[in-house]
């Protein structure tokens, strides 16, 4: 199943159980708050984990990816080269960052405005997206890069499992996308030589 359409449900599901519960009493509320508490800082753990198993394994294999403009942009995709070792630590980081700038948004709303019932959400989904990472599917679980989990990773579209199209490339049609963009940087760096040969 999709990863978004699992997370709609599970939202759902959780909704289901916050509408259950006494979101007026006391107790009730410290559960919640330890629940969402204990699961940040497990989803901050797992995250700290995988970078340190990234580092142990110094994977320095060059990696060379197109990477995609945002939608409406008019921008070209662009050619990376960088290493799986680099890569990984990016995606990780931005997890990370991700992590803690939606745990301190939800400090915010509770702390500020009493807000309790998104916290039950944010106890389960956080959780799920980080063990289900592809950093922590190969990193965590160790499962080969290889298939769905292949460099460079894509974000999941909730509109994948509805239509069965896929928005990541092959891998034959990935390399011959960087082959003519690194045809097209070396025909453009021969032609900045030339210029100032002439100049």
């Given at each position: 199943m999709n990863s978004q359409i699992m997370n709609m449900a599970l939202v759902m599901g959780a909704m289901q159980i916050t509408?259950?519960?006494?979101?007026?009493d006391l107790q009730t509320k410290q559960m919640i708050v330890g629940i969402y508490?204990?699961?940040?800082a497990i989803v901050i753990g797992i995250s700290f984990f995988i970078q340190?198993?990234?580092?142990?394994k110094k994977d320095t294999t060059e990696l060379k990816y197109m990477d995609q403009p945002k939608p409406f942009s008019g921008e070209e995709p662009k050619l990376i080269v960088t290493t799986n070792m680099k890569y990984d630590l990016e995606q990780n980081a931005q997890a990370q960052k991700q992590a803690l700038i939606g745990l301190t948004l939800m400090v915010f709303l509770h702390f500020?405005?009493?807000?309790?019932?998104?916290?039950?959400?944010?106890?389960i989904l956080p959780l799920k997206n980080a063990l289900q990472s592809k950093w922590?599917?190969?990193h965590l679980f160790g499962k080969a890069?290889?298939?769905d989990l292949r460099r460079?990773?894509?974000?999941?579209?909730?509109?994948?499992?509805?239509?069965?199209?896929?928005?990541?490339?092959?891998?034959?049609?990935?390399?011959a996308a960087i082959k003519k963009a690194e045809k097209a940087e070396n025909k453009a760096s021969g032609s900045k030589?030339?210029?100032?040969?002439?100049i």
């Open positions: 509408n259950r519960l006494d979101l007026e508490v204990a699961a940040q340190n198993r990234i580092h142990a500020k405005f009493g807000v309790i019932r998104p916290l039950v959400v944010q106890s922590a599917q190969v890069a290889e298939g460079p990773w894509k974000a999941d579209n909730p509109f994948e499992a509805l239509t069965g199209a896929s928005e990541k490339p092959s891998e034959a049609a990935e390399k030589s030339e210029s100032k040969k002439n």
